[in-house]
T-cell receptor, first 114, second 115 residues
């Protein structure tokens, strides 16, 4: 069972370049999330989705875009990369957001913008 | 606004010791609390999930407790081993609509267990 899969694992971008971080889950979860983790900081929510075709902003959405065309996939798009977007990005999913809901995370994408 | 704090930020113990990691949160209106483990350069692995109506959960040498009214949770690790060395993250899932029930994380406790 693959769970949540992220690609690529590592990437170096130049300032102004664009890229898409891929995330897919095989657990038929409705909810998917993108977080970023900076050194010494907790995870911050970028965007989330409650189902196919529905997305919403989290705490730190500026500079990012998302789409959710299928239940399985939730790509994160960086249009004009900036050094401030150097971070580790985690995708997560959960079946719901209720009391017994457990969140599952991918292995992360380490992005460096130079 | 919900805030999650983990103390200490780092902890070093000799192998075999029992230890406690602390997590506190400012708003008791939560659905659940989840403890994660993160190894260097890796993703988050879920360890334990405690629902708001529960007081504790156990998995092997791990025991997590929740005191919702006081906004505290502890993760107890018995007979620590070098393989337990990792960063441990605590996250709460708020009930309030403002955060849409999404997880809010603490900054983690970095644990080092020395042989």
């Amino acid at each position: 069972n693959a769970g949540v899969t992220q690609t690529p694992k590592f990437r170096i971008l130049k300032i102004g370049q664009s890229m898409t971080l891929q995330c897919t889950q095989d657990m038929n979860h409705n909810y998917m999330y993108w977080y970023r983790q900076d050194p010494g900081m907790g995870l911050k929510l970028i965007y989330y989705s409650v189902g196919a075709g529905i997305t919403d902003k989290g705490e730190v959405p500026n500079g990012y875009n998302v789409s959710r065309s299928t239940t399985e996939d939730f790509p994160l798009r960086l249009e004009l990369a900036a050094p401030s977007q150097t971070s580790v990005y985690f995708c997560a999913s959960s079946y719901s957001r209720g009391r017994n809901t457990e969140a599952f995370f991918g292995q992360g994408t380490r992005l460096t913008v130079v | 606004k919900q805030e999650v704090t983990q103390i200490p930020a780092a902890l070093s113990v000799p192998e075999g010791e029992n230890l406690v990691l602390n997590c506190s949160f400012t708003d008791s209106a939560i659905y659940n609390l989840q403890w994660f483990r993160q190894d260097p350069g890796k993703g988050l692995t879920s360890l334990l999930l405690i629902q708001s109506s529960q007081r504790e959960q156990t998995s092997g040498r791990l025991n997590a407790s929740l005191d919702k009214s006081s906004g505290r949770s502890t993760l107890y690790i018995a007979a620590s081993q070098p393989g337990d060395s990792a960063t441990y993250l605590c996250a709460v899932r708020p009930e309030d609509g403002g955060s849409q029930g999404n997880l809010i994380f603490g900054k983690g406790t970095k644990l080092s267990v020395k042989p």
